[in-house]
């Protein structure tokens, strides 16, 4: 994997958590139309929560965007967020779909989440593994 191609899913990875929160704070109702097919009725607020932690998710993938070159080690912190919400959208689609409130976008998007943040982590886990140990021949900068 090139360095190229870490800072594009890098970046794919920030705009989608910067959608997210947006959507959700600007627009809740479109989210909830969205996934559950009605309005928003939200009277705890998880659902902001839900877009605060997306965009605690957007800001730390921008800072290892920013600073993985030097320190690999961000890669892990990324791997590491991806892992920790690999499970909580199959329970939200699960609690969701149980009382009969998901589309058929909400569905396949909350399902399809799950396993791609799995391999998401182990990109870049595999990225921490082969930068941490100096750059390669391919990846040298020109001199």
Partial sequence: MSRRTVKLVLLALITLDVIFPLVIFLSPDTWTQL???GPAADPLGLLHRLGAGWAAF??????????WERDPGWLMVVAGIRWTESWADWVYWGYAHH???????GT?????ASPTN???GFFFYRAYLRYSRGPRPADAPPS
């Fill in 58 to 67: 957007a800001l730390w993938m921008t800072v290892a965007y920013v600073r």
């Fill in 108 to 112: 396949v998007s909350l399902l399809a």
């Fill in 35 to 37: 996934l559950h097919g």
């Fill in 99 to 105: 009382a009969g409130h998901t589309t058929l976008f």
């Fill in 118 to 120: 799995v391999l998401l």
